[in-house]
């Protein structure tokens, strides 16, 4: 193929990539944004303060580890509304594949074909992630890092130590809970840099023409990259805040933290077969040790799996090319000769598929009415004076009541709730009182002194008032999902 057709085939795919990336990317927004505009205003006009400011309790210690994050939504917010959001995240996500066309093509000696089918297989197994979320900035860290590491291996250039530089104090700063995360990605160089010591006679078949000289640079390099999330405002908190977190309560509120689903888990085995059949004794070591890294990972957690699908999509892709020119099968011959008719198919799909997501998700509204509390919300505004009443509400419908000025009882950021982080048992009485029953509702509203209840009628909370009959509580407004209490005096 000519050069131009070469140009003009690239461009029709990066087209292709940047609708799917639009249809996919939803408008509907995350819990954690109202919130985070709401801290960035805060920091924007009075500045960073180790104090939370959101909730009524005034004793809470809160480090905002996306200070830097919270004030750019804060700023897009309040320049261009929700609309601005939304082209934010739509900006976010086409970047990002992008980065993944460019990184797969580069690793793959220039295959389009490849990088194209790849990125699209991305797309879809990560479009329930599509939404404006801090992840869409600290993907495109991990994504440069995961390309810069590779490069520095191939080629051991000054300019990707030079981004390697910049990239942990950029995410210490934007995302800080995922720092470590950072050093994830090393570990596939680290374990062949072992290896390679310990393999002193070059027989292990694993390991080949290891430059041991870079390797040792790579292990340089992670030390400080390490020291720099020293480089925030933060102290040591990126270093132990995932440990809270994992640790405490959140973990049954925050379904991203649990372990994988049943499509995740079938997706992260597929991939692991998938890259063992593709795997050849040419191919490099770290690539097969990422796949397994990343399979566990995904395992593990499922925050994970946004992140680590994308990077494993990129491994698999530059081992399936690698296979897929080196191998004397009939049905791998087939496919080579019959890449444009695959483009086309893939093409189509995506135009197909795309165009009805697309329409979807056009008709769809920044704020889900059923999810978050906004008529009950909008009642507090207008008939209660909360400024002299004590308002309870439920996990998730702080960051909604916060983004509209009222002071909560607790909201989405579970950790700053919990006994390890602050000395309170707020998070574990929420749960013990509205989730499971395990503590006495009526007991748990005079621990806290509530004034006024806003509840979510799915939790256990609501059966057991209505239950009950209680002549402490009356109704002051009820919709389908939330209903607002008033404690008598």
Not at 173 to 191: D, E, K, Q, R, T
Not at 381 to 408: A, P, W
Not at 446 to 473: A, P, R, W
């Amino acid at each position: 193929m000519g050069k131009k057709n070469q140009v003009l085939k690239n461009i029709l795919f990066v087209i292709i990539i940047v609708f799917l990336t639009i249809s996919f990317t939803k408008k509907t927004i995350d819990i954690d944004m109202f919130f985070s505009i709401k801290l960035g205003e805060n920091v924007t006009k009075y500045g960073l303060s180790d104090v939370d400011t959101l909730t009524y309790h005034n004793n809470l210690r809160y480090v905002n580890v996306r200070y830097l994050y919270n004030i750019l939504v804060y700023k897009i917010y309040n320049t261009y509304n929700f609309n601005g959001i939304y082209l934010f995240a739509i900006i976010c996500n086409i970047i990002n594949f992008n980065l993944i066309f460019y990184i797969i093509k580069n690793l793959t000696n220039k295959n389009s074909n490849v990088a194209f089918i790849f990125t699209v297989i991305s797309c879809f197994l990560s479009r329930k992630f599509l939404y404006a979320r801090t992840i869409n900035l600290s993907l495109t860290i991990f994504l440069i890092e995961f390309y810069s590491l590779k490069r520095i291996i191939e080629t051991n250039k000054k300019r990707y130590y030079l981004i390697m530089l910049i990239l942990p104090i950029l995410l210490v700063n934007i995302h800080g809970s995922l720092f470590l995360i950072f050093f994830v990605f090393y570990i596939p160089y680290i374990v062949e840099f072992i290896l390679s010591i310990f393999d002193k006679t070059k027989e292990m078949s694993l390991i080949k023409n290891i430059d041991l000289t870079i390797y040792k640079k790579i292990v340089f390099l992670m030390l400080i990259n390490f020291l720099e999330g020293l480089i925030s405002p933060f102290g040591i908190i990126p270093y132990i805040l995932p440990f809270y977190v994992i640790f405490g309560k959140s973990i049954v509120f925050i379904t991203e933290l649990q372990l994988a689903k049943k499509t995740a888990f079938f997706i992260c085995i597929i991939s692991f077969f998938l890259s063992i059949i593709f795997y050849t004794e040419k191919e490099k070591t770290n690539n097969l040790f990422y796949v397994i890294l990343l399979v566990v990972l995904a395992l593990i957690i499922q925050r994970a799996y946004y992140y680590v699908t994308t990077i494993q999509i990129i491994v698999l892709a530059i081992l399936f090319n690698n296979y897929l020119n080196n191998s004397e099968n009939n049905i791998l011959i087939l496919l080579r000769q019959k890449q444009n008719i695959i483009i086309c198919i893939v093409i189509l799909f995506s135009v197909l598929f795309g165009s009805w997501n697309f329409k979807k998700n056009l008709y769809s509204d920044y704020i889900n009415k059923y999810f978050f509390p906004v008529d009950a919300t909008k009642y507090l505004l207008e008939n209660v004076d909360l400024s002299t009443k004590r308002l309870f509400n439920g996990f998730n419908s702080g960051s909604y009541l916060e983004f509209n000025n009222i002071k909560t009882f607790m909201d989405s950021r579970s950790e700053i709730f919990e006994s390890y982080y602050n000395d309170t048992t707020i998070l574990k009485d929420y749960y013990d009182a509205c989730v499971t029953g395990e503590k006495d509702y009526k007991q748990f509203i005079k621990q806290y002194n509530f004034d006024i209840l806003l509840v979510d009628k799915s939790f256990n909370l609501y059966t057991k008032i209505e239950e009950e009959d209680n002549n402490n509580l009356k109704t002051l407004y009820e919709d389908e999902r939330f209903i607002i209490y008033e404690k008598y005096e």
